[in-house]
């Protein structure tokens, strides 16, 4: 049972353009969310997180959004770069769990020069 | 900070063989993780500690797992027999609690044949 969802396996975005990376999830307990980034033979680096109070969280050129009603969460990135270009993990947590995270799939994004 | 160290790197071993990951997570941090990354399952939580003592080890999929922490700087992920279905890269993360991210090492890359 996944309970994280990225549907989108890849994406492909020209440089300078906006990037929209989408996740879903199905379990009403989850309060926070965050999203980290992988590089090839490296291990996951935490991007941005939001909590479930909030709609929205801006960190430079990365913006999650939230919307509970949805169960639906996006991050987009504006403008991408080539150094942008790895995959996205979309997390979530349940409160009073620690630190304990379900992960999606990941979402492959590649940007073109 | 060095960040969370894995070793090693790489490890190949032959199907029956004991095999021995390696953490130390950051210096301060009283969470670790073990995560298992593998094509079918995505990044999944095996098990994990909180000020040495295991939390929750719902996610390690069979008796042949054992995980320890003797001591706050030291983790071990034991797979005894190892099997060829246990080829994954395995993640340690560790962190300093609620409401932070997770900081992963690089990971080591296990091929059982």
């Known amino acids: 049972d996944q309970q994280v969802k990225q549907n989108s396996p890849s994406l492909s975005v020209q440089e300078g353009r906006i990037s929209i990376l989408n996740c879903d999830y199905t379990n009403s307990m989850f309060d926070y969310f965050l999203w980290y980034k992988k590089y090839p033979a490296e291990g996951p680096t935490f991007l941005i997180s939001?909590?479930?109070?909030?709609d929205k969280n801006e960190d430079g050129r990365f913006t999650v959004f939230l919307n509970k009603s949805a169960k639906h969460l996006s991050l987009h990135i504006v403008p991408s770069q080539p150094g942008d270009s790895a995959v996205y993990f979309c997390?979530?947590?349940?409160?009073?769990?620690?630190?304990?995270?379900?992960f999606g799939g990941g979402t492959r994004v590649l940007v073109k020069p | 900070d060095a960040g969370v160290i894995q070793s090693p790197r790489h490890e190949v071993t032959e199907m029956g063989q004991e095999v021995t990951l390696r953490c130390k997570p950051i210096?301060?941090?009283?969470?670790l993780f073990w995560y298992r990354q593998t094509m079918m399952r995505g990044l999944e939580l095996l098990i994990y500690?909180?000020?040495?003592?295991?939390?929750?080890d719902s996610g390690m999929p069979e008796d042949r797992f054992s995980a320890k922490m003797p001591n706050a700087s030291f983790s071990t992920l034991k797979i005894q027999p190892s099997e060829p279905r246990d080829s994954a890269v395995y993640f340690c993360?560790?962190?300093?609690?609620?409401?932070?991210?997770?900081?992963f090492g690089q990971g080591t890359r296990l091929t059982v044949v």
């Open positions: 993360a560790s962190s300093t609690g609620v409401g932070t991210e997770a900081f």
């Open positions: 997390a979530a947590r349940i409160g009073g769990s620690g630190n304990k995270l379900t």
């Open positions: 210096s301060g941090h009283d969470y």
């Open positions: 939001i909590s479930s109070i909030k």
């Open positions: 500690f909180n000020n040495n003592v295991p939390i929750d």
